[in-house]
């Protein structure tokens, strides 16, 4: 069974510059998940889609983040402008959404942003 | 608003010994607790998830132990080995999340042959 997989691995850009990733999760996985994880900390969740809807999007900064799943596979996430502070690996992860003490997420090696 | 911990941030060992990592949650109403791993410059690999209902879960030399009550978790790795150096992420799915993982900061292991 083929993975969850990102691209780019990785990306510079300078500040105020746009920069998009790309996901494609498993085949059959509804749900698809955004997370940032940033130098020391642990993935924070940015948004979450089931199927091609937005399920919670609450701590995704809308001002510069969008993200879009057309068609309820591949998610493309966009950061324009970008800002220093937006410099870490940005995951993207996928499940089958079963029973919630069941529920498993599957993670992509990641994009990693270094925004100068 | 769940909060999970992990204690210690980091840990260094001689290869073979037996090691423990904690984590705690502040929230006790969760569905379940899963324990990754996480190499550099790669994504995340779940080892053992806990449902609410289980105290317990072992696969191999990791045994993951859940005490939903007093909102913590322990991981034991027994016989470590230098393959085994890698962060160590401790995350909940909380009741009314929509199924969002919650994690802690890390424990970053290293094992020393």
């Known amino acids: 069974e083929a993975g969850v997989a990102q691209s780019p691995r990785y990306k510079i850009i300078e500040k105020r510059q746009s920069v998009a990733f790309w996901c494609n999760p498993i085949s059959g996985h509804a749900t698809l998940y955004w997370y940032q994880q940033i130098l020391g900390q642990g993935p924070k969740l940015l948004i979450q889609f089931q199927n091609n809807g937005v399920v919670d999007d609450s701590q995704l900064p809308k001002d510069r983040f969008s993200a879009e799943r057309l068609k309820g596979v591949d998610s493309t996430l966009k950061i324009q402008p970008a800002k220093l502070e937006d410099s870490a690996v940005y995951l993207c992860a996928s499940s089958l959404t079963r029973l919630a003490n069941q529920e498993t997420q599957y993670f992509g090696p990641g994009t990693r942003l270094l925004v100068l | 608003k769940q909060e999970v911990t992990q204690i210690p941030a980091a840990l260094s060992v001689p290869e073979g010994e037996n090691l423990v990592l904690n984590c705690s949650f502040t929230d006790s109403a969760i569905y379940n607790l899963q324990w990754f791993r996480q190499d550099p410059g790669k994504g995340l690999t779940s080892l053992l998830l806990?449902?609410?209902?289980?105290r317990e879960q072992t696969s191999g030399r990791l045994n993951a132990s859940l005490d939903k009550s007093s909102g913590r978790s322990t991981l034991y790795i027994a016989a470590s080995q230098p393959g085994d150096s890698a962060t160590y992420l401790c995350a909940v799915i909380s009741g009314g999340s929509n199924y969002k993982l919650t994690f802690g900061k890390g424990t970053l292991l290293t094992v020393n042959p």
């Open positions: 806990i449902q609410s209902s289980q």
